[in-house]
């Protein structure tokens, strides 16, 4: 492969875990905005964990969803809701459902 395309490929194992993230962020907003919470900002600096499997085989074991979300206006969801809304977006993340990934979400 050409040096310039390896320079412009888009890392695999990074694509997915940004995958993840992604949809994660997509629910999380869907899952706010149905509460009545509005988003300033949300921005995840996820982590994943490249590892082997019980077979042998190299997979992406493990991401840590990281998200930094602020809320704008009087309406701020408690610790204990942010949780919940976080849980629910995990559960309806159709990413998160189609892999054998573990995905945990560390949140402030």
């Known amino acids: 492969m050409p040096e310039k395309a390896k320079e412009e490929a888009i890392d695999p194992e990074e694509a997915f875990i940004a995958a993840i993230a992604s949809c994660h962020m997509m629910t999380f907003l869907t899952v706010a905005e149905k509460q009545r919470f509005s988003v300033e900002s949300y921005a995840d600096?996820?982590?994943g964990t490249l590892g082997k499997?019980?077979?042998g085989r190299t997979a992406v074991t493990d991401v840590v969803?990281?998200?930094?979300?602020v809320f704008s206006g009087g309406n701020q969801?408690?610790?204990?809701?942010?949780?919940k809304m976080h849980k629910l977006a995990h559960k309806h993340c159709f990413i998160a459902n189609s892999v054998t990934t573990n995905i945990t979400v560390e949140s402030d």
């Open 45 to 47: 600096e996820a982590i």
């Open 53 to 55: 499997l019980e077979n």
């Open 77 to 83: 969801p408690t610790p204990e809701l942010l949780a």
């Open 65 to 69: 969803l990281k998200p930094k979300i």
